[in-house]
């Protein structure tokens, strides 16, 4: 063996450190994130002495990981569409749809929770596969046809609403589903050392559970990331593209359907302006986990890091005594950065410099 040789041999088998191997992966930037935001209001919560009350309190973890959850469950999602190279707008817009028309068919038409529940989740999951095929027929960019669609949906929300009931909040659901079982698997709740943990928390780690076996261990998350990275080569290699548009974009509107009966059935009331900027939020929770928005590279674990840090900052700035009006300003920063340090670890990851 030639001294050539061997010292190929060595690079190919160079050891790589467990710090490089961490940050080579896209949800890096986003855990360590979370950990960074987690400690600044910690700190400051104890600067003000609020050990064991507010940010530092069991209720108060478990008021923010209930903000959390809610853009969490759709994070997991959009993160799938985003890493094929897709965005849908419209799932601000159908949280309020789907919650107004879950709210009409319970109160206006009585129809039992459970029916209800399922023709609303029929209507959602009717309506991302429209956005999935009129954006392959048409060809125009997702970004443009789910733009329309969240147009659409809120304001037929409102037309329909005040058109049946005078105004744009249906009221009395409560009323109409106690002692339901169905609906205490979208409402019940746990309290542990007097914090009220609701059920959304489960509904949120199962959706990054399965979004991520999907991603990482499916042949459908391969060909998620194959369409992302190049829809022509995916064409090639026999990737069904389009079946793959049209799963993610039912996808990501079952998900908004999910936090909309969630809402409804736990605030006993529906409102069309429920949702409202929810779909920034969502992009926003994707990017900061790692998700590029040119498709191709992403994680779905990452989303669950990246709603954690918007939860946890939009509530740890209540509790620090901050002015809430400073919260965009905050996840504006926090995108910005989450956008140069996913370029840089990319880079990074690639070889690049």
């Known amino acids: ?17 467990p ?13 360590a994130g979370a950990v960074i935001v987690f400690l600044i209001f910690g700190v400051l919560s104890a600067l003000r002495g ?3 009350k507010g940010f530092l309190s069991i209720q108060g973890a478990a008021s923010y990981l209930e903000v959390t959850a809610q853009v969490g469950i759709l994070g997991a999602a959009v993160s799938l569409l985003m890493i094929a190279g897709e965005f849908d707008l419209s799932v601000g817009s159908m949280i309020g749809a789907a919650g107004l028309l879950l709210g009409l068919l319970i109160v206006q038409w009585g129809v039992p929770p459970t029916i209800a529940i399922i023709l609303t989740f029929a209507f959602a ?21 789910t733009l329309g669609m969240l147009l659409i949906l809120r304001g037929a929300g409102i037309g329909f609403t005040r058109a ?32 009220d943990f ?39 290699v026999g ?45 926003i929770t994707a990017v900061v986990g790692g998700t590029l928005l040119t498709g191709g590279y992403g994680s779905a674990l990452g989303s669950a890091f ?26 504006g920063t926090i995108l910005l950065l989450a956008v140069l340090v996913n370029t840089y670890l990319l880079r990074r990851a690639s070889g690049a410099r």
């Open 164 to 195: 049946i009931t005078s105004q744009t909040i249906v009221s009395g659901i409560t009323d109409k589903t106690a002692g339901d079982p169905i609906v205490q698997l979208f409402t019940a709740k746990v309290t542990i050392a007097g914090g």
């Open 239 to 283: 990737v069904p593209v389009n079946r793959v548009r049209i799963i993610l974009f039912m996808t990501t509107a079952g998900s908004a359907c999910l936090l909309a009966v969630i809402q409804v059935l736990s605030f006993g009331s529906a409102d069309v302006l429920r949702g409202t900027n929810k779909e920034f939020e969502a992009i």
């Open 50 to 52: 609020d050990i064991g």
């Open 125 to 145: 999951l009717a309506v991302g596969a429209f956005n999935g095929w009129l954006r392959i027929k048409t060809g125009l960019p997702s970004f443009l046809v």
């Open 198 to 236: 609701k059920i959304i928390l489960l509904w949120w780690v199962a959706a990054v559970v399965v979004a991520t076996w999907v991603l990482t261990r499916t042949r459908f998350g391969n060909w998620i990331f194959s369409v992302g990275g190049s829809e022509q080569a995916a064409r090639y």
């Open 19 to 31: 710090l490089r191997l961490f940050f080579s992966r896209p949800e890096s930037g986003a855990i």
């Open 1 to 17: 063996m030639t001294a050539a040789t061997t010292t190929a041999e060595g690079e190919r088998l160079r050891r790589v450190s």
């Open 306 to 331: 990246g709603a954690f840090i918007l939860g946890t900052t939009q509530l740890g700035i209540n509790f620090v005594g901050i002015n809430s009006d400073w919260y965009q300003v905050v996840l």
